[in-house]
Nanobody, 121 residues
Framework: QVQLVESGGGLVQPGGSLRLSCAASGSIFSINAMDWYRQVPGKERELVASCTSAGSTNYADSVKGRFTISRDNAKNTVYLQMNSLKAEDTAVYYC???????????????WGQGTQVTVSS
């Protein structure tokens, strides 16, 4: 099986920065896309940023120019650098990974447990 463990959330003032990390472990053969989502109570989970294994990235319009997604394939880890944070960035942030496990030929989608990010003065 595969586990995703997130870290780096917390409380930050508007205009501040945080860096989230998400490490995948387990019976991993390869990882395709690694993504960051966020969710606030009463709303659907939304895609924040995505990164392919080749390093191609995509961002939600609301975070372009402020957030940067990156990954270390050797460590099976994806990062989200969040700068110029705003109150509306407050949410639970989840990472996801499309993983091909050992002995299989298809990708399965795994999720982390979520980490709270609160932007407030």
């Amino acid at each position: 099986q595969v586990q995703l463990v997130e870290s780096g959330g917390g409380l930050v003032q508007p205009g501040g920065s945080l860096r989230l990390s998400c490490a995948a472990s387990g019976s991993i053969f390869s990882i395709n896309a690694m993504d960051w989502y966020r969710q606030v109570p009463g709303k659907e989970r939304e895609l924040v940023a995505s990164c392919t294994s080749a390093g191609s990235t995509n961002y939600a319009d609301s975070v372009k120019g402020r957030f940067t997604i990156s990954r270390d394939n050797a460590k099976n880890t994806v990062y989200l650098q969040m700068n110029s944070l705003k109150a509306e960035d407050t949410a639970v942030y989840y990472c996801s990974a499309a993983v091909r496990i050992n002995g299989d030929t298809v990708n399965y989608l795994y999720w982390g447990q979520g980490t709270q990010v609160t932007v407030s003065s």
